[in-house]
């Protein structure tokens, strides 16, 4: 659970260890399985997918049941 952080304006996945087309996929997955609207962005040189802002609820109340509770910060501001 230590691959992904929240900001205030979505929740990042570091996916630097994933392929180009690996990432689109996900990116497809995310959006096609779940409703999720998400994009890959470069930060300092490497690829993340971000879940956009106005996906948040919904991501936070699919994950969230599968969070153990010490990594809650992960997805909710303190």
Known sequence: MDDGSW????FYFHTEGFTFKERNLLVAMLHYRFGL????????????????????PLFQNIVTPHFHQSMLYKLVPK
Not at 7 to 10: K, Q, R, V
Request: aromatic letters at 4%; a positive charge; hydrophobic letters at 35%.
């Open 37 to 56: 609207f998400s994009t890959i962005q470069q930060h300092a040189g490497k690829s993340m997918i971000k879940i956009a802002g106005k996906s948040m």
């Open 7 to 10: 900001t205030p304006s979505g």
